[in-house]
């Protein structure tokens, strides 16, 4: 038990398999692993409040284009149509399915968007050094929401939208379509940019 | 290889570990604050009945696969004929088109992926009923690729959604989601549930 000496604040456990261990400090670009069970405890980024800040208000700008702009165009025989990913949404709400609609709605345009939102404003706030009294309760939201805005995996299923009617129709890629893209790539960036680690321990030593 | 001595559980020197921003929390007895003072999180030693949750959730996933496989999941409209498919339909209409590689990606989100986590839970759950000590490092390993692959058997949702909007061309030939989509939605949000409410140190308390 002499690892108790150790001041409390020292001490980490792992949240996979609860062994109790010494918090060292690490560079940047480094990962602490738990020698356990491999759970990657903390990975230090250089500049990480900086580049999530900037990646979530970039991620911000691209939000509405990619989202309410058409992401590309069908045509076929002379007919042409459209579609943005909010259509998506709305035509399986229009055909009956809420409870579908519902879930795509939260998981494809929802929870990215208060994703985004949620780094930006508390990454805004640790660069500003402003405490606010909701800043450890939006870093919650933030943890509970991160698996479910699901970008990367509608990225996969426009490509394979695109493989299933590429034979029958021509595809006209449009604006939409590379803002989402974009998207894509800075909603990505930001969540890895950000170091849980060092928000949580910014968020506690706020100065009283 | 860390010698048995030396391994010491955050619960065995009496800390908590807050769930939602891993701060430790010393257990003081009574006077142990209710809520992470760092988060304001409600503290516990492990998730809340999280055994009984998984079960629930995982056997909801279970029971809400088969309609989910049976029933169809779109319908395509072509001149005025009405044609259902299933999720395997569309997997075997990629492999006789040759579209090999699309074909096994539809596979494995919304076949194999939903099996391996149903399998996967209940195998992990039965390993902590009946007290299986072995093997714990590659069980969490398998219970962290659970947790990873969950929200990608979402994919053919997001197509079908892609499709119906892009596939409208009034009578010629439009494609519309059908009855199976809200059961198979319900088997990605039942094992993702599943995932959250699963308490990995339970596997290493036995």
Same mark, same amino acid.
């Given at each position: ?33 738990? =020698? ?28 509405? =284009? ?143 | ?38 988060? /304001?999180?409600?503290?516990?030693? +492990? ?5 009984? +949750? ?14 989910? /496989? ?11 004929? !009405? ?67 969950? +929200? ?15 596939? /409208? ?10 009855? !199976? ?26």
């Amino acid at each position: 038990m002499s690892s108790l000496k150790v001041h409390i604040n020292d001490l980490l456990a792992c949240p996979d398999c609860d062994l109790l261990l010494e918090q060292r400090h690490l560079e940047p670009g480094r990962k602490a692993c738990c =020698p356990r069970c491999g759970h990657v405890l903390y990975a230090p980024k250089r500049n990480s409040v900086d580049k999530t800040l900037a990646l979530a208000l970039t991620g911000l700008i691209l939000f509405i =284009p990619a989202n309410f702009l058409p992401i590309m165009t069908l045509d076929t025989m002379g007919f042409k149509q459209a579609g943005s990913i909010f259509d998506g949404i709305r035509v399986i709400y229009e055909s009956g399915y809420f409870f579908v609609a519902l879930i795509v709605g939260l998981t494809s345009f929802a929870f990215p968007f208060v994703k985004l939102f949620l780094l930006f404003y508390v990454s805004l706030h640790l660069k500003l050094k402003r405490y606010p009294h909701d800043l450890p309760l939006f870093m919650r939201w933030y943890r509970h929401l991160d698996e479910w805005g699901m970008l990367e995996v509608y990225m996969i299923g426009i490509l394979v939208a695109i493989i299933k009617l590429h034979h029958i129709a021509h595809i006209h890629y449009d604006f939409g379509f590379f803002c989402f893209i974009a998207l894509l790539f800075v909603a990505l960036a930001s969540s890895v940019s950000m170091d849980k680690h060092e928000f949580w321990e910014r968020i506690e030593e706020k100065p009283a | 290889m860390m010698s048995e001595s030396e391994i010491i559980t955050a619960r065995e020197a009496g800390f908590f570990l807050c769930h939602d921003c891993h701060k430790l929390i010393a257990d003081v007895g009574e006077e142990t604050p209710e809520r992470c003072p760092r988060c /304001n999180a409600a503290i516990h030693l +492990r998730k809340p009945n999280s055994l009984t +949750r998984t079960w629930a959730l995982v056997l909801t996933s279970a029971v809400l696969a088969f309609p989910a /496989n049976i029933l169809p999941i779109m319908k395509v409209d072509f001149l005025g004929t !009405a044609e259902y498919s299933t999720i395997m339909d569309g997997i075997i209409y990629f492999f006789t088109e040759g579209s090999y590689g699309i074909g096994i990606i539809i596979l494995t989100a919304s076949v194999l992926v939903p099996c391996f986590k149903i399998i996967g839970i209940i195998l992990i759950l039965l390993s902590i009923h009946y007290k299986w000590k072995t093997w714990l490092r590659h069980k969490t390993l398998l219970f962290r690729a659970i947790e990873f692959i969950g +929200r990608w058997s979402m994919l053919d949702i997001f197509v079908i959604a892609l499709l119906q909007v892009l596939v /409208n061309f009034g009578n010629l030939t439009s494609i519309e989601t059908a009855i !199976a989509a809200t059961y198979f939605t319900g088997v990605v949000l039942s094992t993702m549930f599943a995932a959250i409410t699963f308490d990995p140190r339970l596997l290493w308390d036995a």
